[in-house]
């Protein structure tokens, strides 16, 4: 009867994320930033559906559209219900270059669910800080142009805004969608 029982409740608990759990090692979400828009704007306003949270920069020639091409690729993967439940903020670390427009032309080439925050330094050494991210910017060339360097990692949270999972580029698609579906079911 002892076995049957243990089967029983082992069968009974959630299965494991497949991306790295992050559940109670990061701070809830909390910002107070700009939007692709121009307006200011705070995490609450972004509470009630599942969010992820990526930094990194529209002039950035490889991370940044490669991870949200593949974030927009997973989320078309879901159904329409779960997609819709998904909110991606792209928070540029180079506010120098990014304004609202340049912001919201970027986050619009992926989809409606993606958009474009940013802030002055203060705001994202804050933001950064708080989720032990590290941004940096490298030397001007003769035309002003830079790089930025910046983390790959996407941090996914609930609809109430507790940090759930961290994503890297190494995790293969098939467990981000299904962490994501996931998410956006009340996980």
Not at 58 to 80: G, I, N, S
Not at 111 to 122: E, M, N, R, S, V
Not at 180 to 186: D, H, K, V
Request: aromatic share 10%; glycine share 6%.
């Amino acid at each position: 009867m002892a076995l049957f029982v243990t089967l029983w409740l082992a069968g009974c608990s959630e299965p494991p994320w497949q991306t790295k759990d992050i559940s109670g090692l990061m701070p809830p979400l909390a910002f107070e930033l700009v939007d692709e828009n121009g307006k200011d704007v705070n995490a609450d306003q972004f509470l009630g559906k599942s969010t992820l949270l990526f930094f990194g920069f529209t002039h950035c020639p490889d991370v940044c559209p490669t991870t949200l091409a593949r974030l927009d690729a997973a989320t078309q993967r879901m159904d329409e219900a779960a997609r819709d439940d998904i909110q991606v903020l792209f928070v540029s670390v180079d506010p120098r270059r990014d304004d609202a427009e340049a912001l919201r032309e970027y986050t619009d080439a992926f989809g409606p669910q993606f958009i474009g925050l940013t802030g002055d330094k203060a705001a994202l050494d804050e933001l950064t800080r708080r989720y032990r991210v590290t941004y940096g910017y490298g030397e001007e060339d003769s035309e002003g142009n830079y790089d930025v360097s910046h983390s790959s990692a996407v941090f996914a949270f609930n609809d109430q805004g507790e940090a759930r999972l961290l994503i890297r580029d190494s995790d293969p698609m098939e467990a981000v969608v299904a962490d994501l579906e996931r998410l956006a079911s009340g996980a």
